[in-house]
């Protein structure tokens, strides 16, 4: 075997593909369900810290959800646990998980802000919204 021929053989041995392509709309879904459970709970911030912490340990986390999946199943649908369960076996499974909880938080905090801002004013005369607090009151008398 040439050089050449073992080079291009090997080219792509040690490559790691990360898997964002294959996932399906479907996969993306599950992912958008978990993301709004974590938000709606306000545990954006642990959620993130163990999915970057156990990001290189993907395979043990999964094999964690299966060691888990009997109690976890008293409370979650079972097929939908276990697509995560194969979901968290891909490599990209948990940036994209980051990515929708990240996504999901910001939808919530940019909807708290729009609630919390005042109304526009109805139309009127603008001199009067100028007018300060007290200004519709006589003049006081002088004696």
Do not use: N
Request: aromatic share 6%; with cysteine.
């Amino acid at each position: 075997m040439s050089w050449k021929k073992f080079k291009a053989a090997i080219a792509h041995a040690f490559a790691v593909e990360d898997g964002r392509d294959r996932m399906s709309p479907e996969d993306i879904a599950l992912l958008d369900k978990v993301a709004a459970f974590v938000v709606r709970r306000r545990l954006v911030a642990p959620a993130i810290l163990v999915l970057e912490s156990t990001g290189p340990f993907g395979f043990l986390g999964s094999s964690a959800l299966t060691f888990f999946r009997p109690i976890v199943s008293i409370v979650f649908d079972t097929r939908e646990y276990e697509r995560i369960e194969r979901l968290m076996e891909r490599r990209c499974a948990a940036d994209v998980l980051i990515e929708r909880i990240e996504l999901a938080e910001h939808q919530r905090v940019q909807a708290g802000k729009a609630k919390k801002a005042p109304p526009d004013e109805p139309p009127g005369d603008p001199s009067v919204a100028d007018t300060p607090a007290g200004a519709d009151a006589p003049p006081p008398q002088q004696e």
